[in-house]
């Protein structure tokens, strides 16, 4: 079975640029979240979506937005690209929410570069 | 804001030596997980511990959390340079599962 897939690999982008990223949950999985890891530091993060909808939000400004689709792959979309928004953007799914287990399978994440 | 501090930050050692990473912080978990991420790559399941004191061994690794579900060990007998990476604990809480990462240690072990 395939893993949590996200793409594109790696994106180098210009501030002020928008940027969209995208993440395919492992097959029968409808929880995804988004995490920002910033070099040497461990993962922060994001949004969590479930079922389509938002049922979590970290510290991050309104220039991070996501969804979910019906087919419960998802996308990150950040606005107005500042140099610190350099980072691997990581996706994690899961097959539930709101139980005391939280196991998140994580992709191999997107690099993303802000010039 | 929940915090998990991880301890230390940096451990360099000899292949054959033992060795504890420490997860601390002042928040209660509902479960905690260990990761370990090699560079480029996202990180990889290695346990969940749900129970205060509970004790889970995988092969070399053993991880136990505290009594209080506020801090975790991970401790690696016998160390192989295949051990080398960044190890994160990660905390579950909350009513919609936020998860809150440590800051992470980064693991060399030298052949």
């Known amino acids: 079975d395939a893993g949590v897939t996200q793409s594109p690999t790696h994106l180098i982008k210009t501030r002020g640029q928008q940027v969209t990223l995208r993440c395919s949950p492992i097959?029968?999985?409808?929880?995804v979240s988004w995490y920002q890891q910033v070099l040497g530091q461990g993962p922060q993060f994001i949004f969590q979506?479930?079922?389509?909808?938002?049922?979590g939000r970290g510290n991050f400004p309104d220039r991070f937005s996501a969804r979910q689709f019906p087919n419960y792959s998802s996308e990150l979309n950040v606005n107005a690209l500042l140099l610190g928004d350099s980072a691997l953007y990581l996706c994690?799914?899961?097959?539930?929410?709101?139980?005391?287990?939280?196991?998140?399978?994580f992709g191999p994440g997107t690099r993303l570069t802000v010039l | 804001t929940q915090l998990l501090e991880q301890s230390p930050q940096f451990l360099s050692i000899q292949e054959g030596e033992n060795l504890t990473v420490y997860c601390n912080s002042s928040?209660?978990?509902?479960?905690l997980q260990w990761y370990r991420q090699e560079p480029g790559e996202g990180p990889v399941l290695l346990v969940t511990?749900?129970?205060?004191?509970e004790v889970k061994k995988l092969k070399r690794l053993t991880f136990q959390f505290g009594d209080a579900r506020k801090d975790s060990s991970l401790h690696i007998t016998a160390a192989q340079p295949g051990d080398t990476g960044l190890y994160l604990c990660?905390?579950?809480?909350?009513?919609?599962?936020?998860?809150?990462f440590g800051t992470g240690t980064k693991l060399q072990v030298i052949p």
């Open positions: 994690a799914s899961s097959s539930r929410t709101g139980s005391s287990y939280n196991e998140q399978f």
């Open positions: 097959s029968g999985h409808k929880s």
């Open positions: 979506y479930y079922e389509k909808e938002e049922r």
């Open positions: 928040s209660v978990f509902s479960s």
């Open positions: 511990v749900v129970t205060g004191g």
């Open positions: 990660a905390g579950a809480g909350g009513g919609y599962q936020k998860v809150t």
